[in-house]
């Protein structure tokens, strides 16, 4: 069983629209993590959100950690080609030195 | 400031045959390490993880094992290859105890298995 469910698996927009993909968990975690992954290359980390209902802003894109740290979304507003690639959610949880991964949301914002 | 290099990059192996792939990590001292592996662009799977020399945690049974013989690197072996260990293979680090356990990856290796 997968201990995060991300949502979409695959999302394909036009540039200019606006899109929501969704880490969801039964579990409780300590903090949580989105990276971005180029084809090819290893992910590179986007933001980490550690307290419940926190909400966190990186230019066009907006983080969300859920009340209750079991999960957290990430808003794109006005895409563009440049935000295409795989988005993955991590989660760290108490004290463990383990991070779990979901299995990604792949991105393709079309010019 | 800190790098990780990950070697080599690509490798095409056929069925059998041994494994060797080295990560090394500059700039830092005592970090956590770990090895994941991504299979045809998804989610990435914990192999293994290390949190000191010569300590090593697996994660999940298969054929495949990981060394730390120095502190800032870590190796990931096989003796004796499958179809079914192909795929991107990812080196990591973190800071220990740190907070939210950022991890800083390496560019990957791909492993393809004929």
């Known amino acids: 069983t997968q201990l995060l469910e991300q949502s979409p698996q695959f999302l394909s927009i036009q540039e200019g629209e606006n899109l929501t993909v969704y880490c969801n968990s039964s579990?409780?975690?300590?903090?949580l993590q989105w990276y971005r992954q180029e084809p090819g290359e290893g992910p590179v980390l986007l933001v980490t959100?550690?307290?419940?209902?926190e909400v966190k802003k990186l230019k066009r894109l907006t983080f969300q950690f859920g009340d209750a740290r079991k999960d957290s979304s990430l808003h794109i507003t006005a895409a563009q080609p440049g935000d295409t690639g795989l988005y993955l959610c991590?989660?760290?949880?108490?004290?463990?030195?383990?991070?779990?991964f979901g299995k990604g949301t792949k991105l393709t914002v079309n010019p | 400031s800190q790098t990780i290099h990950q070697w080599p990059a690509t490798l095409v192996q056929p069925v059998g045959s041994p494994l060797s792939l080295e990560c090394t990590v500059e700039g830092t001292s005592n970090p956590n390490l770990y090895w994941y592996r991504q299979a045809a662009g998804r989610g990435l799977q914990l192999l293994f993880y290390s949190v000191g020399i010569g300590q090593i945690s697996s994660e999940v049974p298969q054929n495949l094992s990981a060394s730390r013989p120095q502190d800032r690197q870590f190796i990931l072996s096989s003796k004796k290859l499958l179809l079914s260990d192909s795929g991107f293979y990812l080196c990591?680090?973190?800071?220990?105890?740190?907070?939210?356990?950022?991890?800083?990856f390496g560019a990957g290796s791909r492993l393809t298995v004929l």
């Open positions: 579990s409780v975690f300590s903090s």
């Open positions: 959100v550690v307290t419940g209902g």
């Open positions: 990591a680090w973190s800071v220990p105890g740190a907070g939210a356990n950022v991890l800083t």
């Open positions: 991590a989660g760290r949880k108490g004290g463990s030195e383990k991070l779990v």
